[in-house]
């Protein structure tokens, strides 16, 4: 059974179109993010929420929209595209918002704007 | 802040040579965690190991070994006899006490170290 999956896997794009990404975790945690893998391989943290409420926004554009339908999903919707959102997508989740629990991370979303 | 550092960028070994993957961190917190991730070239990020800034003790997992030294702030990754199914980027991450404690709740990556064993 997959902890953390995440759809689509892979993500082409003209720019300027509106996507969104899904999150759903089946290990009861309370806690998901998301994070943003450039093409240098760099991991940086965007969002966290904890039970359905926003925790950690980290500097991003308001183009990017988490939005956490119950506290099994965090779904990552872009607004207006641009070259520079092309980057793996990894969502994760954790099971208390203490900072101190193995985040668990999904496949990630290969996305690619044109 | 929170800071990790790779020095180390990548680094390319034959099979069954020991390799050790450098991690330094900076921390303001007296409770933190350090990780180990794998990610191979499938893409996924595999959780390898957590250590709390409590437990120094040295751990041992098979051909794996982590060395965590509070004293020069160091959270090394040991690979012995590599395997050509090693090849991947390992990252090096840590998170500070959580809200609680008045710290984050996120995980601050290091930017990654390249393995390649080579047959």
């Known amino acids: 059974d997959t902890a953390v999956s995440q759809t689509p896997k892979y993500l082409v794009t003209q720019m300027g179109n509106d996507k969104s990404i899904k999150c759903e975790q089946n290990l009861g945690h309370d806690t998901m993010y998301w994070y943003k893998q450039d093409s240098k391989k760099f991991l940086k943290i965007m969002f966290s929420y904890n039970n359905k409420e926003l925790i950690i926004n980290e500097t991003v554009p308001n183009r990017f929209s988490p939005k956490s339908p119950d506290k099994a999903h965090l779904n990552l919707h872009i607004n207006s595209l641009e070259l520079g959102d092309s980057a793996v997508y990894f969502c994760a989740s954790s099971p208390q918002r203490e900072g101190l629990e193995t985040q668990y991370f999904g496949p990630g979303t290969r996305l690619l704007v044109l | ?119």
């Open chain 2, 1 to 119: 802040a929170q800071k990790v550092t790779q020095a180390q960028t990548e680094i390319s070994v034959v099979e069954k040579e020991d390799v050790t993957l450098d991690c330094v961190y900076e921390t303001r917190d007296t409770t933190y965690y350090l990780f180990w991730y794998k990610q191979p070239p499938s893409g996924e990020l595999v959780f390898l190991i957590r250590r709390n800034s409590f437990d120094e003790q040295n751990e041992i997992s098979g051909r794996y070994s982590w060395n965590f030294q509070k004293s020069t702030s160091s959270f090394n990754f040991t690979i012995t006899a590599s395997q050509v199914v090693d090849s991947a980027v390992y990252f090096c991450a840590l998170s500070e006490g959580g809200w609680l404690q008045g710290g984050s709740e996120k995980l601050v990556f290091g930017k990654g170290m390249k393995l390649t064993v080579n047959p």
